[in-house]
């Protein structure tokens, strides 16, 4: 088949694609949209350190600088566009079933912005707290996150300033943490400039980070992460051998042939502090030990 067939071919594809969305009935429609990580949920090589719940800004995150999260034995669960709404409704099976250490949950921004609808800050709260109340009844500890500063959000500019609503959200989030006694990651404090706004330097548009961005949630993220680890009781724990790739590269050339190395868990006693970046505590054995 030529170039020009092949071309011919994916235009058809597309169009049939496009087609059959547009012929979907909406209450046909995955609203929570369980399908995304349907296949990547089961079955899981190791327990996760945490799973990141979220919205877009978790999804972005997962794809711009996921080989520092695998290093780190997280899982990003974000969903670009999603309500806290959503997310409540595929806790079980994107958080729940996978039975990580942490659930970390940043949301509501989707939430201010109406994606679904108005809705009262003090739901978005309530959503919040069902979904760290669902995960503590289940064995894993939510650790909670502030929303990231905004001073507006482009595909809704009819809604005006968000920083107040933001400001409120967060305060709501940071008083339920600590009467709780729950980590708080603040990325609001951490990425803000004098005028509430996200840092420009951190940006891709004035809601979603850039690469720097990124890398400055990792930071806040894994400071908060290792020192409530490293507070926690000591127990059996796992390390991860992560797998090689399929086709390795030497001096950037493919090396066919290869075989890659599945992935090892093997059980060390549990003494000391536990960086992020090392050992998991785990409540399931070792495969074959």
């Not at 009935?25 to 949920?41: H, L, M």
């Not at 004035?206 to 400055?216: R, T």
Request: contains cysteine; positive net charge; proline residues 8%.
């Amino acid at each position: 088949m030529n170039a020009a067939k092949v071309l011919l071919v994916m235009a058809l594809a597309a169009v049939t694609a496009v087609g059959v969305r547009a012929q979907q009935k909406p209450e046909d429609r995955d609203w929570a949209n369980f399908a995304r990580y349907e296949k990547s949920n089961r079955p899981m090589k190791f327990r996760p350190v945490a799973v990141l719940m979220g919205d877009s800004i978790t999804d972005s995150w997962a794809k711009k600088d996921g080989a520092t999260l695998y290093h780190r034995m997280i899982v990003g669960r974000g969903i670009s566009g999603q309500t806290t709404a959503q997310m409540l409704v595929r806790f079980r099976a994107d958080v729940i079933e996978m039975d990580p250490e942490y659930v970390v949950i940043l949301a509501g921004i989707n939430d201010i912005a109406r994606n679904n609808g108005y809705i009262k800050l003090s739901n978005i709260h309530k959503n919040i707290v069902s979904m760290a109340e669902l995960a503590q009844a289940h064995g894993i500890k939510p650790v909670l996150c502030t929303l990231l500063p905004a001073h507006e959000i482009g595909w809704r500019p009819d809604l005006g300033d968000p920083r107040p609503k933001i400001d409120s959200l967060n305060t709501m989030i940071r008083d339920y943490a600590a009467k709780n006694g729950l980590p708080l990651v603040d990325y609001h404090s951490a990425m803000k400039d004098d005028e509430g706004a996200m840092k420009e330097e951190y940006r891709k548009d004035a809601v979603h980070p850039n690469l720097d961005g990124y890398k400055k949630m990792e930071q806040v993220l894994f400071d908060v992460l290792d020192k409530v680890r490293d507070a926690a009781p000591a127990g059996e724990m796992y390390v991860l051998t992560p797998p090689a790739p399929k086709t390795p590269k030497v001096n950037g050339a493919k090396v066919y042939g290869a075989r890659p190395r599945a992935p090892f868990l093997y059980r060390i006693p549990a003494t000391g502090p536990r960086p992020v970046s090392s050992p998991v505590r785990s409540r399931r054995p070792a495969p074959g030990r």
